[in-house]
DNA sequence: CTAATAGTGTCTGTTAGACAGTATGGG
DNA sequence: CCCATACTGTCTAACAGACACTATTAG
């Protein structure tokens, strides 16, 4: 029996299996808080309730690409960084079916985050994560203008893992430069850190590790149209990190 | 129409779905050195090589449960530290068919370990992962005697996720406990990080960092059946943890 | 000049590495 | 006594927090 006899006689629908999807969590800095990218549903099930963007993971698509596709189709957006999170695989987690969910994590700039928001579809969600030791507890979703908003299916359980990876990569990965345009001042990745950690940081202590890193480089230019000193501009200079 | 006759109404084989599955990496230490439980395989495809055990996921399982029932059942383990590690989705990673799989790490004390290799079934593949800067780098498999093993499928991959995710968790969490029995002395502790990390570490700030995290507990208990002085032996005390 | 924020210098406390030195079991 | 390993004390370098200080822009 040699390979190909054997697949063709594989079976390969012998046994019942669930669904597979992805679901994206948007993410993104709002005045200072972490914040994603909802959906409002419309049909049923659930109806009402708030939505990360998802699909369903085709035959002939990695899950990254699927992850892409939902990218580019729900959001608009044509590249972000994409990691990721965790797979979702509770038993009645979607009351349809049966279906696993392999959640990713995408980054965005602020301006990013508000060119899809402009384009409607999508509505921010505030996330709320008490401190609970850095390991991040149940997350609260509020819109910008302060309602509420209550999450469909086991969502906020995917928001609030996002939150809590991204706070353990912060400070040994480049996550933070993907929530900041292409360059940044120091300031402005200070504040990134602290929105995403959800604490003050001490600021000499900060912009001395983060010079020392070598992780960023200076352009030599210098912010515009501020009514005080200009800061000088930053950029992620991707080959010297790790 | 309400939920109920939307559900009654929904056609879940509307497209056809990858097959889901869950592969375990049962990690232990042997011999200094991180090691890995791994099946031979008898059957096409890749008749030969040497794959993780693995199964399907049940319509009516968790991926939780589908993995516990995996070591249960291929490896003779009621109980281990079981923690997801990441999904795997490459389109042709199987030559059967579509497998999705979602890849698991069970961590095994040595005493554990060596009991499923003596019920056969399974054999011991030391892990040989270059320093490669904290990242694990490509990882090699070899048997204890010294031949290499060829791995099948993916499974080159998910092993050296494995080895990075435990190196990078081995400070910060309590896996290191889940690698050594009840009771253990200060330096099979400092043995086993240093062969999660293939490295050295100072005795001394490690022994302080360790007591002063405040993790471990005395027992009063010492080693018994050494030729010089016995160490101390500590038990883990999950309640300070965290 | 003032207001406001950018950015630096320096003191201090905490922690890690190095390494010599002491403690304690068996023989 | 010796050997081997467990365990401790202490010096030093690296690094983080605190905070006062200087720099630079607009108006």
Known sequence: MTESEFLAGYDPAAYE???LAVDLVLMGIRAGRPAALLMRRTQLPQPGLWALPGGFVGIDETLDEAAE????????IARARLEQLYTFGAVDRDPRMRIVSVAYLALLPAAAFAEVLAGG???????????????GGPVSAVSEDGAPLALAFDHADILALAVKRLRGKLDYTDVAFALLPEQFTLRQLQDVHEAVLGAALNTSAFRRRMRDRGWIAPTGAREAGTAFRPAELFRFDRSRQS
Chains 1, 2 share one sequence.
Do not use: N, Q, Y
């Not at 596709?69 to 608009?76: E, F, H, I, S, Y």
């Not at 579809?121 to 390991?135: C, F, I, K, Q, R």
């Open 121 to 135: 579809g999508l509505t921010a969600a505030v996330l709320g994560v008490p401190w609970a030791g850095e390991a």
């Open 69 to 76: 596709r939902v990218l580019r189709d729900k959001a608009g």
């Open 17 to 19: 299996r669930p669904a």
